[in-house]
């Protein structure tokens, strides 16, 4: 085209405005086509490890440990009376989801041979310790009247029997023990705050004073737990 001053101009067409049912059908068909998935769930917060933190789980180890490599139970058969009577990676310390563990050994100097072994575990804050000490006695009561055999690292068998139900005295302790012909133990389980202490003592006879033991380690746990940083 010539404009009146004799400069070619280019023709413009400008295509007539959409109607408002053409957009509404290309948007639709643009939505479909970038369908994104928003995932709103929110993250579960993880309670801390509190009050007695990891790095303190090795305090609530007695003072008597010699060492980390006693003579332990390796299996229990039946399966039922495993919680009663295993004592590498004990399921009444490692069945909660412990946060940090540990373990000792040592032997009792009082006149006889009695072999002591610990294994200790700290939780988050929110460790239900009177639920944990509950499902310690169904454990030890879902083996009661039944027969059962460990074997220890040196390969050697044992038969045990649980022996009638000893009360602690305490709603924070466990105790429970179990003989056979050459060999008995006698067993703790302690939980407060955020810990818990197993410990197993086996020897000749049974009778070893392992409520002193659980006291003990109790009253580690609270001093622990009432540590200000």
Known sequence: MLSPKGVWKRSL???????????????????AGCTQVVDRSQPTPEFPVAPITALQVG????????????????????????????EVDPPLIF????????????VSDEGRHVVVDE??????????????LADARHAIDSCRDVPFTVIDMRGREYHFNLL?????????????SFDSVSWACDNAFVAA???????????????????????DALKTIEKLANTTA
Do not use: M
């Open 13 to 31: 067409v400008r295509p007539p405005p959409a109607t408002a049912s053409a957009l509404a059908l290309l948007l639709g068909l643009a939505l």
């Open 59 to 86: 305090d609530l180890l007695s003072a008597s440990v010699q060492d980390k490599n006693g003579n332990q139970f390796i299996t229990v058969d039946p399966e039922d009376c495993r919680g009663a009577a295993l």
């Open 95 to 106: 069945d909660l989801d412990p946060a940090a563990t540990d373990g000792g050994h040592w």
């Open 119 to 132: 294994a200790v575990g700290v939780y988050h804050a929110n460790f239900d310790s009177q639920a944990a």
């Open 164 to 176: 009638p139900q000893v009360n602690s005295g305490s709603p924070d302790i466990v105790l429970w």
């Open 193 to 215: 705050h955020n810990a818990a202490i197993r410990i197993s003592t086996c020897g000749p006879t049974n009778g070893y004073d392992v409520l002193s033991l659980a006291r």
